[in-house]
């Protein structure tokens, strides 16, 4: 049975440090390791939605959940709405604790062709793409992105996080970078603190941790 929306809140709400999403790192050893000192909500590295589709094996098997592994969220990327949500129809099939849609990757072959960070550079086109994932599954959505694409001198992360909200994305991560910094220079919590005032879904502060 998978969980609601509220009951999600309130898991993230027991357990707020929640392991990041780490492409080659985060996978099913590296969770088990990270449960046996302490971590309870994990995310599988991201996974591609059209390897997913394609029947890909290596996507395949970053979503399968062993039944140790139940409080795990699966992370997808890609481009295109429709493509995303039947992905997510797709890894809900897997049981995850609920679906994670990457809209923070930088890299330029990601973020570069629409995915990842890449839904940054048309804030409209993401809340769409949210909503449409939420509505497609039955279990809840969560959104990680960035403070905004740069270098904007006014971060767009703070009407988005209210936008993405009404979609019924059950949380939020913040990067506190932009896109354009990747992994360099100091993150920004300031800009997680404007989001949460602004929303009541959990807010989960990224970078630099
Ligand atoms: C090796 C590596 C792989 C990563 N893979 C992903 C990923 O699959 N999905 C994702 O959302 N973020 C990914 N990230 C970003 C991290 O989840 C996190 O946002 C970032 O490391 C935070 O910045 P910090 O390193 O300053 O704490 C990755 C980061 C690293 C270093």
Redesign the pocket.
Known sequence: MPLSVAELRAKIAENPAIL???????DVVFRRLCRKFGGKIM?T??VNVEGLLRGCRNARRKISLADDDRMTAI?I?GADPQRLSEAARFAATAQPMFI?V?C??WVPKIAGRGAGAGWLRDPHAMVAMAKMVVDSVGVPVTV?TRIGYGPESEMPIVDLARRLEDTGIAALTI?C?TASMG?SGA?DWTWAQKAREVVSIPVVV????
């Open positions: 990041a999403p780490m492409e080659d790192v985060t995310m590295e991201f992370q990327y994670d990457n923070g990757c990680k990067h970078r992994h993150a990224n970078g630099d941790v």
